[in-house]
T-cell receptor, first 114, second 114 residues
């Protein structure tokens, strides 16, 4: 199957700082990438959908100025959490899609904001 | 109408037993139903998926049963193994070329006892 990587896998930062998470499709071109957020023992909640070269579409309730998404190429999307606060601590997962309905998920990034 | 219900919330099965997880949906426009397996601290991995034109799909020990009229589908894990212990998510989407609009169930935590 297709491989999606995320970097970093784990990040700890101080409140007020910004954190960038990278999502890469390693062996295919991802026309669409998705960003999810998952709290402990809960399901995945879609935050935004991004198509290469265009602005991301954010789900209702997700602040686009706080969660900046860039999808500059067919293999890379980034999520920047700006001015992070403890309530932003979560598991962030990206996925990528290029054919049909299959979404291939990255391994996730654990963000802890102190 | 976009919700996907999943039960049970948690499941304990003896090694060699059959694990059964059920999902139900309301939106008849859904036409793609994948199951994902997630281990702690990892991203979800596609396990098996089905479209509504078939009533059953089997891959190894994993079988999806689909009942279009009841708007229900289930995952059966035969000969369950301790290595199957994970959280399982059903999902549903309306197909297009970019695999968008996934709706995930709340998840089932499966524990297979040795």
């Amino acid at each position: 199957g297709a491989v999606v990587s995320q970097h970093p896998s784990r990040v700890i930062c101080k409140s007020g700082t910004s954190v960038k998470i990278e999502c890469r499709s390693l062996d295919f071109q991802a026309t669409t990438m998705f960003w999810y957020r998952q709290f402990p023992k809960q399901s995945l909640m879609l935050m935004a959908t991004s198509n290469e070269g265009s602005k991301a579409t954010y789900e209702q309730g997700v602040e686009k100025d706080k969660f900046l998404i860039n999808h500059a190429s067919l293999t890379l999307s980034t999520l920047t959490v700006t001015s992070a606060h403890p309530e932003d601590s979560s598991f962030y997962i990206c996925s990528a899609s290029s054919r049909g309905n299959e979404q291939f998920f990255g391994p996730g990034t654990r963000l802890t904001v102190l | 109408q976009q919700q996907v219900k999943q039960s049970p919330q948690s499941l304990i099965v003896q090694k060699g037993g059959i694990s059964i997880i059920n999902c139900a949906y309301e939106n008849t426009a859904f036409d793609y139903f994948p199951w994902y397996q997630q281990f702690p601290g990892k991203g979800p991995a596609l396990l098996i998926a089905i479209r509504p034109d078939v009533s059953e799909k089997k891959e190894g020990r994993f079988t999806i049963s689909f009942n279009k009229s009841a708007k229900q589908f289930s995952l059966h894990i035969m000969d369950s193994q301790p290595g199957d212990s994970a959280t399982y998510f059903c999902a549903a989407s309306i197909g297009d070329n970019y695999g968008q609009n996934f709706v995930f169930g709340p998840g089932t935590r499966l524990s297979v006892l040795p």
